[in-house]
């Protein structure tokens, strides 16, 4: 494990077009020309390197604040969740952010039982990732949510989209399909045709 850890990307040209990309987009969501705040990271089969992208994408925007703001614990640029991993199983998003940004979910009861501080975690979440300047959300395996949680899925990132002028980038099988396809709430200009994109890493 600890040899692979060190291994480094050998940057593809799919990889190297797909970092690049994501660099143009990010830059036009925070010049707020033609944002596209939900960005697909698609093919149509397994093991076609669309994680690694995501995370590559993360890391260069990671690497580029603090490279600009220096290391600082205070900001956290990128978040990066993931769906859950048993298809079927219900997604929590703000609970899943809540605990990425190092908020802690559990308070002990009078016989130290852990019980959840509140059901959710949506305000804490946001408050965290306003003062700490995220501006990038990672989002892997769309294509194992629920059927009936796509649209709760899709108005909670709109949400947070608006909210913190993130960018969210969504990895999985056939994941442009899905958010094209997905029921969203109204959004006011611009219109749907900037607010999406799609990266092919292969």
Not at 35 to 58: E, Y
Not at 103 to 118: G, H, I
Request: hydrophobic letters at 35%.
């Amino acid at each position: 494990m600890r040899y692979h850890a060190q291994l480094g990307l050998v940057e593809t040209t799919d990889i190297a077009t797909g970092l690049k990309t994501a660099r143009r987009l990010l830059r036009l969501n925070g010049e707020r020309r033609h944002p596209c705040q939900h960005v697909a990271i698609d093919s149509n089969c397994r093991g076609t390197g669309k994680r690694t992208l995501l995370h590559h994408i993360g890391m260069a925007h990671q690497g580029r604040r603090e490279k600009l703001h220096g290391i600082d614990d205070s900001r956290i640029p990128v978040v990066c969740v993931n769906a859950p991993q048993e298809q079927g199983s219900p997604a929590d998003w703000a609970a899943a952010l809540a605990v990425f940004v190092g908020w802690d979910l559990y308070r002990s009861d009078t016989e130290q039982r852990p019980v959840q501080r509140m059901k959710d975690f949506t305000g804490p979440a946001v408050h965290v990732m306003r003062h700490a300047c995220t501006e990038v959300c990672l989002v892997d395996g769309i294509d194992r949510l629920r059927p009936e949680d796509l649209q709760p899925t899709f108005d909670f990132f709109d949400y947070l989209a608006d909210e913190l002028g993130l960018t969210v980038f969504w990895s999985g099988i056939n994941s442009s399909d899905i958010l094209r396809e997905a029921p969203r709430r109204p959004l006011p200009s611009p219109s749907p045709a900037h607010r999406d994109h799609c990266i092919d890493p292969a």
